[in-house]
Structure formats: C-alpha cells, structure tokens
C-alpha cells in the first residue's frame, strides 16, 4: 500500500461527532470533484475505504444517500437527482441555479475546528505525499485557480505556508520541507502518519551523523598509521646500516618505544616514557628521529 494510502486510510478514521466539521469535510471533497455542478456530481477516488468515507459524509452532511459504484480501478459515487443536489448546494449556501461552484465558500468555514476538516475533505480527493523512504512532498491538486488561491489562504490562516505550482492544466499546493508535510498531516488529523516521517527523518540524521564519525575517526587512525609507518621506516634505515649508536643519545629511548609500539598513537606512546613526557616533546623528538635517518640516508 502507498503512503498516500495509509494517510487516507488513517483521515477515514477521524471520528464525524461534530456536525460543522463533517459538512466542513464534505465541502473539502466536493470541491474536488471531478463534477460539481447544479446537475450532476461526480466524484471518484481509487481508494475503496475513501469511497465508503464519501457515502457517509453525505449522508451526514446532507442526508443524501448513496452507493459508490466500482469502475475499473475507480469507485465513483454519482448523484444527479434536483433533490439531492439541492440539499447539498442550500447547505453550502450556492444558488441552486449557478453553475459557478468551484470557489470556496468561506463563510461556511467560520469555526477553526472545520478549516482543518475542509483540508481533511481536500486531500482525500486530490492530496497525495511522499513516504518516508523518500524526500519530503505533499502536494494537493486542483482543476482551478481561483480554488488553489482560495485554499492556498486558508492555510495560511492555519500557520501553514504551501507554495503553488502549474503543471498540466492543475494547481497545485505543496510543501517540501518535512516539518510543514509533518504538520499539515498532524492538522488534518493523521499525526501516526506524520510520526512515521518524524521517526524516519530522525533515524537517517542519526545515521548520517554516526556515518560521519565513523569517517572522521577512522581517517584519523590512518594518518596516525601512517605517520607511525613513516617513523619506523625512518629508524630501519639507520639501523641497518648504522646500529643504534648512529642515534643521538637523546633520542635513543624514542627510537626503542616507536619500534616496541608501532600502533601507539602519538599520546600512547608518550605515556611509556619514563617519566612520560608530553605530547608535543614527542612529536618533537620524532621528527628529529625522521630528519635525522634522511640526513643519513
Ligand atoms: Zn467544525
């Protein structure tokens, strides 16, 4: 199943207690029907739990009942009947005889509980969004716009800032940046969906960052390596050909612990002196050591 899928089937599940946010909801789908108009209305969706969610949002809404009928891939739920029609235009207060239906009518959106419902209603119908093995995206289609515009300030009375494209002959209304999909999803009513990006999103930076450390620290370990390889190669080459006693006496000591610990990092093998010396004083005195052997050489 889709992501998109799972959003929706958890949005049908959004409980219709109060009457104004499931008209609110209705009104949200209807908008996004593929007809809307004073004779006829058409709407279809893919998804059967959706189609089920669409009959009983009219029949609670508007006391319209119907049945979805399968077509295809598609469940359509088809009214054409004056009566019901009607019903649905007097209570979202169009005029019965107007074909202009796809504008959103705000003033029957006055309470904030029902501006997140219509958005609810929307993207059952025409919302789709990126699951979490992928980037962020939600995006929300629509024929008109005058009804992208329309939604597109309703959620920005909502705290939430989408941005509009053109594609085809669509609008759409979409958003990229995880935290806003994260939180238009929590609105609408679907916060598991939402907490399964959040969790993913924190999973791959945790992952990124240890990926990171893991980096750092093994480049780390080879330049110590290597420098280590550098200083012993140094020391086998006056040894061979000279013995120890080519070494200064200072520096004596330094050439017996490098050779004895090889692996030592420079603070390891400071420690082993007797008494320990410092860091920096090591790193001195192999230098010494490696200038000296090239002198040699
Ligand atoms: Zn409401």
Redesign the pocket.
Known sequence: MSFSSEVKNELCRVSMQ?A??TR?EAYGALLHASVFSHREIRLSTENAVVARRLQALLQRAFFVECEPQRQGRKYQIVLDQSAQIGRIFDALGYDRKSHVTYHLNRNELE?A??LA?FLRGAFLMAGTVAGPEKKSHLEMKSGHQSLAGEEMSLMLDLGLSPKLAHRGGSCLLYFKDSASVEDFLTRIGAPHAAMALMEAKVEKNLRNTINRQVNCETANLVKTADAAARQIAAIRTVLDTHGEEAFPENLRETVRLRLAYPTDTLAELAQRFDPPISKPGLSHRLKKITEFASKED
């Open positions: 109060r104004c946010c609110a309470e509980c029902c419902s």
